[in-house]
Nanobody, 125 residues
Framework: QVQLIQSGGGSVPAGGSLTLSCVVSGSTYTYDFDDLYMAWFRQAPGKEREGVACTGYSSGADYAGSVKGRFTISKDSATHTLILQMNSLKPEDTAVYYC???????????????WGQGTQVTVSS
């Protein structure tokens, strides 16, 4: 079983920056971290969960149009951590953010096998 433990998030004014982290762990974790396809999703109140950014060992990063140029997804192999750097934040970025992982490439759809617990990001105008 793969466990995804999230940290980061919080409240910032519009134009600010936040960094989200997602550490991959688990006592039965036998996957090679570098082989995992990973992504960030978000869900705003009253809206469906949507893909934000994804990355994988055989694919480059991909972003939702609404965050392209402002968010950066990266993987730290030394610490088994997925990172989302969020700059120039807007009030419409307010949502609960989730990390996700799978051994198959799911791009930005919701079919990922493993999910983090979620973390709140609030951007004030």
């Amino acid at each position: 079983q793969v466990q995804l433990i999230q940290s980061g998030g919080g409240s910032v004014p519009a134009g600010g920056s936040l960094t989200l982290s997602c550490v991959v762990s688990g006592s039965t974790y036998t996957y090679d971290f570098d082989d995992l396809y990973m992504a960030w999703f978000r869900q705003a109140p009253g809206k469906e969960r949507e893909g934000v950014a994804c990355t994988g060992y055989s694919s480059g990063a991909d972003y939702a149009g609404s965050v392209k140029g402002r968010f950066t997804i990266s993987k730290d192999s030394a610490t088994h951590t997925l990172i989302l750097q969020m700059n120039s934040l807007k009030p419409e970025d307010t949502a609960v953010y989730y990390c996700a992982a799978d051994t198959s490439n799911r791009w930005l759809n919701l079919m990922y096998k493993f999910w983090g617990q979620g973390t709140q990001v609030t951007v004030s105008s």
